[in-house]
């Protein structure tokens, strides 16, 4: 089944022949998203090389349970130690990299704001100086949050050119890292350079793999799995849910457009849902209650919340539409199953996780295609 995945992703589509027998280094490769990143960029025929800390940012995790070691060049290294950075990119001389390396959860950012600055906008800093002396044509996203935006709960989305920074500490960071960003850019890598840079800004990203304390719906699973209730902190909050695959198909596409055309060399840009996909955490929890038999769920919003939650925050995505031919492929329901589908076959059987996660990327491809999206063909 693993290679008739691989043979049946690897002749998809020419855009991504693009990235067969390159080398992609991603930081945060065995988080969330980078896991995701790292399975897809594999079937794609990368040659993936990973950077991240020791430990693994959640037990259990994608990356461990689907053992993508087996495909990935790891190394263990703190990005903030900018050193052992420096000569890990210029060892490996990648033709891409993604940096998804972060400290990416509010509530921790309140427990621990000085490690949430230094790893967001400090290790962005030291990648940017390791990309400096790279020396080889190489295109490179490094993705913040849409978090990064100064949040006034507008009912419209946030542009590209919106004020950035926020109340919370991990809005602050992320804030930071786009200043560091667009400094470093305009002062050392020109257009003309051989190192292309840009900005992927999402947020709200769901799918199944994540385990990270205080999400919504690692925190359904986790309860549901042992028949418990799960408290929903704020079930009102209205948020533009994504699922994972839809950011990092912006990802790659960006990563395309950079490495053949330098127009889009210091550009920022928004990946979210379709305008009115908008959906709040409750109707998301009554979702995935359709695939999953015997939740419950409790309404915990009267109690004491210690810390600052946003009510609304949206993107507009018409620059990654009009520059990138980008857009979503997934409706709110289809996101939901897949991701109750991922986590109801882990539990059932967690040795065939990896078959699951090559399987929906594959359905999320040919999804796409279907559609007739550009960004796909």
Known sequence: LLNCEENKMSKLNSFMQLFRNKKALLTGHTGFKGSWLSAWLHLLGADVYGISLDNPPSQPSHFGAADFSKFVTEQRIDIRKSKELSECVNDIKPDFVFHLAAQALVRKSYDNPVETFQTNALGTLNLLEALRILGKKCAVVLITSDKCYNNLEWVWGYRET???????????SKGAAELVIRSHVKSFFPINGTVHIAVGR??????????????????????????ETVQLRNPQAIRPWQHVLEPLSGYLTLAKGLYEKRELHGEPFNFGPLAYQNHSVQELVQAMSEHWEQ?????ASDKEVLHYESDLLKLNCDKALHHLHWQAVLPFQETVRMTAEWYRSYYNNSSMIRDVTFSQINEYEAL???KGLRWAL
């Open 368 to 370: 796409a295609q279907n």
């Open 202 to 227: 999402a947020g709200n990203v769901i799918g199944g793999g994540d385990w990270a304390q205080d999400r919504i719906v690692p925190d359904c699973v986790r309860s549901w799995a042992k028949n």
């Open 162 to 172: 919106d004020a950035l920074g926020g109340p919370d500490p991990y809005s602050a």
């Open 295 to 299: 939740v419950k769920w409790d309404d």
